[in-house]
Nanobody, 127 residues
Framework: QVQLVESGGGLVQAGGSLRLSCAAS????????MGWFRQAPGKEREFVAA????????GYADSVKGRFTMSRDIAKNTVYLQMNSLKPEDTAIYYC????????????????????WGQGTQVTVSA
């Protein structure tokens, strides 16, 4: 069974940090692009960051650039999202996703291009 399982969410004060994890299992993900997306209440799901398993960073959303860092651990089949200097506007459910599609960096910012999703983890940043 193919699974992406996120963890690491929680409640943090503005200016604080969290590290999200996404453990992948059930098949080989070495040819995938892994993405982090988020969805705040009443808003559409939006791109946060994406990485190839080679370690090449596809890109970051402008809203998180310089504050968030995506990485991967091949041995653990896990990707991470280190989130620093958190702001109340970062409050959302954060989802991990995977795609095997060969797409441009711009296309990889589109949620519909990803076929495998985790269940999400809630991140709440208080003012």
């Amino acid at each position: 069974q193919v699974q992406l399982v996120e963890s690491g969410g929680g409640l943090v004060q503005a200016g604080g940090s969290l590290r999200l994890s996404c453990a992948a299992s059930g098949r080989t993900f070495s040819n995938d692009v892994m993405g982090w997306f988020r969805q705040a209440p009443g808003k559409e799901r939006e791109f946060v960051a994406a990485i190839r398993w080679t370690g090449f960073i596809i890109g970051y959303a402008d809203s998180v650039k310089g504050r968030f860092t995506m990485s991967r651990d091949i041995a653990k089949n896990t990707v991470y999202l280190q989130m620093n200097s958190l702001k109340p506007e970062d409050t959302a459910i954060y989802y991990c996703a995977a795609t095997r599609r060969q797409l441009t960096a711009q296309a990889l910012r589109t949620p519909s291009e990803y076929g495998t999703w985790g269940q999400g983890t809630q991140v709440t940043v208080s003012a």
